[in-house]
């Protein structure tokens, strides 16, 4: 159901956005590629483990894992790096609207996103090759519902797992970073916003932007979780609820929080 709602969500933004040209701005342009990429996203492990259930079955092969853990990293990279230039463009609207013109053309724009997809691009090419360089011998039993990195590290048989691991840390650091961009630029916007004189404005402009920041931070603190806990604090069920919540519930609820309160949105899609 939940992947059947990320479907229909994400499908319906595509086709509101492609086909109607008063939502080809910079803003909506931006969030057909996060559609996009929340698509890949979820299609990239939910269907295999939906395919297994039904078959009655829990294997995958080892080239189809690897498949998956590209894809997986080439969508949550650029999907992170995405909803970083889309709190930009949010604040170039709404902080620097005489600006907004110049700042965020054409050109800017496509480029931005051009960056965000060969950033989830160069992540994933880099984790998927150290990762299945690595030697495994502690069995074949990937405890998750997909191939996610921390638990095929267990299954390592020496030290150079530490290498990959050194990677995550300085991935971590880089999603970090781009977190504390989001957030910087949404606490320039509510300072902007508190400012406008119409309290119907400034409840407006909350409504949009809190959802937003809400997801985001889900997003971010669950997907370092997942990756820097400690394996004294893992557990099997922790383990499953962290990687629900970063990789099946952002994807089906980005479509809602996007078009919850977007009149052209709504009116396009009518």
């Known amino acids: 159901g939940i992947y059947l709602a990320a479907l229909l969500g994400n499908g319906l933004i595509i086709t509101a ?5 008063h939502l080809h701005t910079p803003m909506y342009f931006f969030l057909l590629n996060l559609s996009l990429l929340d698509l890949g996203f979820i299609s990239s492990t939910v269907p295999k483990s939906m395919a297994n259930s039904l ?3 829990r294997t995958i092969s080892y080239s189809g894992c690897a498949a998956q ?3 997986f990293l080439f969508f949550l990279g650029g999907e992170l790096c995405l909803l970083t230039v889309m709190a930009y463009d949010r604040y170039v609207a ?4 005489l600006h907004y013109g110049t700042i965020m053309g054409s050109r800017a724009c496509v480029k931005m996103a051009a960056a965000a997809w060969a950033s989830g691009f160069l992540n994933a090419l880099i984790h ?3 990762t299945f360089s690595i030697p495994l011998c502690q069995g074949n039993v990937v405890d998750q519902f997909f191939c996610e990195i921390p638990q095929i590290l267990k299954l390592s048989c020496s030290d150079s797992y530490l290498r990959e691991v ?3 840390v300085v991935g ?3 999603d970090f970073g781009c977190f504390v961009f989001i957030v910087l630029s949404y606490v320039q916007i509510f300072s902007a916003v508190l400012r406008i004189p119409s309290e119907q404005g400034r409840h407006k402009a909350f409504s949009m932007c809190l959802p937003h920041l809400a997801v985001v931070s889900l997003f971010v603190s669950t997907v370092l979780f997942a990756y820097l806990k400690p394996p004294s604090i893992s557990s099997p069920a922790m383990d499953l609820v962290v990687a629900v919540l970063y990789s099946v519930v952002p994807p089906s609820v980005n479509p809602l929080i996007y078009s919850m309160r977007n009149k052209e949105l709504k009116d396009a899609l009518r």
């Open 128 to 130: 998927t090759a150290h």
């Open 172 to 174: 971590a650091c880089l």
């Open 166 to 168: 050194g990677l995550i």
């Open 17 to 21: 956005v492609a086909c109607d040209h």
């Open 55 to 57: 078959r009655d079955t």
């Open 69 to 71: 853990v590209f894809l």
């Open 94 to 97: 709404i902080c620097r609207p």
